[in-house]
């Protein structure tokens, strides 16, 4: 099958830069879009069911109009109808694994696309359903669709990875391939390794982007998504976003948040260049995404962060908590139109590297003259119009005075959308200007409309109800609907006397006409004597797509450069139009598996012959060299060698490696379609094995590889445990498995710890680190040397070891207002600062007495922060010694003490909690870290 699937936007993922994909587009509050009931059920045996949903006032409300369908989906000479009469298209097909086994219980959904028959000034950006129907066992499917109109498709999103397809029209025939669906889980940290409860997740792929919120222990889990190329993007309070590709199918990804950077501009007059003096400027991150856990079949959009700063006198502003990625600025101040700056973009932002300078537009009146073209007249009483969007209602509306002169207020306008100035007069002239600057004075140079009687035909008949539209440059479209004579009259406002020509088209049902050009510089038609726009008055291409045994090639896309397209039925056969005589045309027809074909040619009534080649395949198996049997799961690229500086180099291809795809049905096959000739090899990975990468091969782009064995060694293994001197676990401890060659000196280097593999103990004091095909390594905990010992960790069963530090101690802290009373709701971290021991911990007070606990610190000293909205964190540096019980009062008021700005803190008490037998006392019986109420 072939598609044209969307782009994904930056996550944001959208918050995702623009150029990656995902949506990444989510305020949890926000809207998802109309909530419409259904309209009514189109059904076929054998098909599922199918909804049509009322969701726009024209094509879809004749949509909504189906009554019922029986009938299984029609043969193109036998067009079902509704009980209006209105023509029914249908979108049938199958939903097929990478095997071509079919797939039952999958969503189908069709929506409107731009449809550039009736386009305005701007393409449609939103989702709209049309209709959904659901894969019976055998993966087949049916759906309504409204005939020409162009539409898109998404299936899957059950168990399967959701899948755009675009375009589509009705009467197709389609093959959809979909991806095994994974769901990816991980654990978000801030920098210090603490765990962030709450955090925003989002993660997608091919424009498809689902969206979440982190637990209590910070872990998350999206899906279904494909097995690799996914983008993750992450976000929580008072951190910068995160942005990685990640591989669903090798399991759990671990997300560290920085702090975020400020960010920061100025805001200058666009006339004067002076400096705007006051206002608000509001960042603002989006996400365009499926939340996780419902079932909806469009995306919302949702708000996932604001910030607020206010502007200088300068025209400064300074945004503290602000992002590196996909945010929007929006800026308001007295005087000025609202102004919206969109920084979807890969680079990211830093204000050492950056200056953000925004130019608003001062709110004075659109003022300007409205003349006669012809006489040079004042048009005075012409009425004028202020329009921003094709389809949004007037801002501002006034009558021009005598001599010709108005003035259109700005006051509603929010600064998005392009503004327009439209005028007409009572003798049937008009004029439509683009207003680009706050200072212009317009002048709009009236012209006779376009008045032309039309007619429609099909087979020489007139045709009642079809759809006819005027466009000409900078004009808004004209729509009208024939009568029963096939009449319409239609009155185009043309934009100026610079305006050389008007496009005519119709459309009814199956047909469509040729366009009709109207050279307005010359003599225009006899308003009184039809035009005829014939339905069947161009030339249809029609053409047969084979592979080079002569095997039909369905679902293969057929498409004409800036014209018509179609997909191929099942015997392989399309039919495009209309197109002009004797008209060179450029085709190009694209289907899955096999090389695309552009032809150009002139159309005639011979069907067209196109040969697909077929895409070659290098196939093989996966196999665990430890079991001989295959890795549960495995992702795996193909890629291609460069030669670069006399070197060679290897860089991955768009050609990713398809589980399940082999010939022999066995275990582990895989398959990967292969590119241009030259030379290649692959890469594979699977949780908890050394990457894998095969010899080299010389494509010649005729043969296919050889059948490849693809041998994959598990990966080294180390499982930690940390303890204190009396066998407690000691959690988020940070520790390094470095290399023995860099393990020197008395104490580890940052250098030895940063090339080591590294990792974090959780609440029971272990890790898992994964050190590829092994070696001689030695364990840091923290800043020491765990033990003088040499480890060595080969390939195989996990090498569990045990270390210790000195006895901990426990701390308790109560979390007071400015009046002593407790607050409960904060968020606590501790972090050590002057320690031999790099701990980090995060907690929330949950206790109505505002009490927490944090048990089993190594002894050194650490920053105890509480983050409480509303309020300025309130911090205290303390010293934990070994086996002692620290009590702390904090104090979190609404405004900072004066001084040096610092939180409050209380004395603290210290309690021994250990007996000599080394037994923890009763004050020492809080388990865990900051989720128990006392």
Do not use: C
């Not at 919206?340 to 709110?363: H, T």
């Not at 327009?420 to 680009?436: L, P, Q």
């Not at 795996?636 to 022999?664: F, I, M």
């Not at 911090?875 to 010694?881: D, F, K, M, R």
């Amino acid at each position: 099958m072939s598609s044209k699937t969307k782009s994904s936007k930056t996550l944001m993922l959208i918050f995702v830069p623009v150029a990656t994909v995902l949506i990444l587009a989510l305020a949890w509050d926000g809207q998802g879009g109309e909530s419409v009931a259904p309209a009514a059920i189109v059904q076929g045996p054998g098909t599922g069911s199918s909804e049509v949903y009322d969701r726009t006032p024209d094509v879809v409300a004749e949509l909504a109009a189906i009554e019922s369908i029986t009938q299984a989906p029609a043969a193109p000479s036998s067009v079902p109808t509704a009980a209006s009469g209105v023509p029914v298209g249908r979108i049938t097909g199958r939903l097929v694994d990478a095997a071509g086994r079919g797939i039952p219980n999958e969503p189908v959904v069709v929506g409107l696309a731009d449809d550039p028959f009736v386009r305005g000034d701007d393409d449609r950006d939103t989702w709209t359903i049309v209709a959904k129907s659901v894969s019976d066992e055998d993966g087949h499917f049916s759906v309504g669709a409204h005939p020409n109109v162009v539409l898109e498709l998404m299936a899957g999103g059950n168990r399967w990875a959701r899948h755009y397809l675009e375009p589509v029209v009705h009467s197709d025939d389609l093959r959809i391939v979909l991806e095994e669906g994974y769901m990816l889980e991980g654990t978000v940290f801030d920098a210090t390794g603490l765990q962030l409860p709450g955090a925003r997740v989002g993660a997608g792929a091919d424009s498809i982007t689902y969206t979440t919120r982190a637990d209590e222990a910070g872990q998350f889990k999206l899906g279904p998504l494909p097995a690799e190329d996914v983008l993750v993007g992450a976000w929580a309070d008072g951190h910068d976003v995160w942005f990685k590709g990640a591989s669903p199918a090798l399991g759990g990804i671990t997300i560290e948040l920085e702090t975020p950077p400020a960010v920061t501009g100025r805001v200058v007059d666009s006339v004067t260049g002076a400096a705007v003096p006051s206002g608000t400027v509001v960042l603002r991150l989006d996400a365009e995404a499926f939340p996780q856990g419902t079932s909806e079949l469009v995306p919302r959009t949702v708000q996932v962060h604001t910030a607020e700063a206010q502007l200088a006198e300068d025209g400064s502003f300074s945004v503290p908590e602000g992002v590196s990625y996909g945010f929007l600025l929006e800026v308001a101040s007295t005087g000025y139109v609202p102004l919206e700056y969109d920084r979807y973009e890969d680079r990211g932002y830093s204000p050492e590297r950056s200056d953000i300078v925004l130019y608003m537009r001062p709110q004075l009146p659109v003022i300007g003259t409205a003349v006669v073209h012809a006489t040079g007249a004042a048009a005075s009483g012409a009425w004028l119009e202020l329009e921003s969007g094709p389809d949004a209602a007037p801002l501002a509306q006034a009558a021009a005075d005598a001599q010709g002169r108005f003035e259109l207020p700005v006051d509603d306008w929010e600064g998005r959308d392009r503004l327009w100035v439209v005028a007409t007069d009572a003798e049937g002239h008009g004029a439509r200007v683009r207003s680009r600057e706050a200072d212009a004075d317009l002048e709009l140079a009236l012209v006779p409309q376009l008045d032309v009687l039309v007619r429609v035909t099909l087979g020489g008949e007139p045709v009642h109800g079809a759809q006819i539209v005027a466009h000409s440059k900078d004009g808004r479209p004209t729509n009208a609907s024939s009568d029963e004579q096939g009449l319409a009259r239609v009155r185009h406002v043309i934009a100026g006397p610079e305006t050389e020509r008007v496009r005519l088209a119709a459309r009814d049902a199956y047909n469509r006409s040729l366009p009709l050009q109207i050279d307005l510089g010359e003599p225009r038609p006899d308003p009184d004597v039809p035009l005829e726009l014939a339905l069947d008055g161009g030339l249809s291409l029609v053409g047969h797509v084979h592979d080079p045994f002569g095997n039909p090639v369905p679902s293969a896309l057929a498409e004409v450069r800036r014209g018509p397209v179609a997909h191929t039925d099942a015997e392989g056969r399309f039919s495009l139009g209309p197109l002009a005589y004797d008209e060179s045309v450029s085709l190009e027809i694209s289907a899955d598996d096999f090389h695309a074909e552009r032809l150009e040619l002139v159309p005639d009534a011979t069907e067209v012959q196109v040969t697909l080649r077929p895409v070659l395949r290098w196939r093989g198996r996966v196999v665990d060299t430890a079991t001989g049997q295959s890795p549960e799961t495995f992702v795996g690229r193909l890629q291609v060698e460069n030669l670069e500086d006399g070197g060679v180099a290897w860089s991955d291809t768009k050609q990713r490696v398809t589980r399940g795809s082999g010939v022999s049905g066995v275990s582990g096959e895989f398959s990967v379609a292969m590119a241009e000739p030259g030379r290649y090899r692959l890469r594979l990975s699977a949780k908890g094995y050394v990457d894998a990468y095969t010899a080299s091969i010389d494509f010649d782009g005729i043969r296919a590889p050889l059948y490849t064995d693809v041998l994959m060694s598990p990966a080294a293994l180390l499982e930690v445990t940390v303890l204190d001197g009396v066998g407690r676990p000691v959690p988020g401890l940070s520790l390094s498995v470095v290399p023995w060659q860099l393990a020197t000196g008395d104490r580890p280097t940052g250098k030895a710890r940063k090339a080591g593999a590294r990792g974090r103990t959780d609440e029971a004091g272990r890790t898992s680190i994964n050190l590829g095909s092994g070696g001689d390594f030695r364990v840091a905990l923290g800043s020491v040397w765990a033990d003088g010992l040499r480890l060595t960790i080969t390939p195989g069963p996990s090498v569990r070891r045990d270390f210790l530090v000195p006895s901990t101690g426990d701390l308790e802290l109560t979390v007071l207002d400015e009046e002593g009373q407790p607050l409960r709701g904060g968020r606590l971290a501790v972090k050590s600062t002057g320690s031999d021991y790099e701990v980090s911990r995060r907690g929330v007070v949950r206790g109505e007495d505002g009490k927490v606990t944090v048990n089993a610190l190594p002894p050194g000293t650490y920053s105890v922060i509480v983050s409480h909205r509303g309020r300025p964190p309130a911090g205290e540096e303390v010293l934990v010694l070994e086996a002692q019980f620290l009590r702390l009062d904090l104090y979190a008021p609404m405004q900072a003490p004066e001084g040096d700005g610092a939180a409050q803190g209380g004395a603290a008490q210290v309690f021994n909690v250990y007996d000599g037998k080394g037994k923890q006392g009763d004050k020492g019986g809080m388990g865990g870290m900051g989720g128990k109420d006392r």
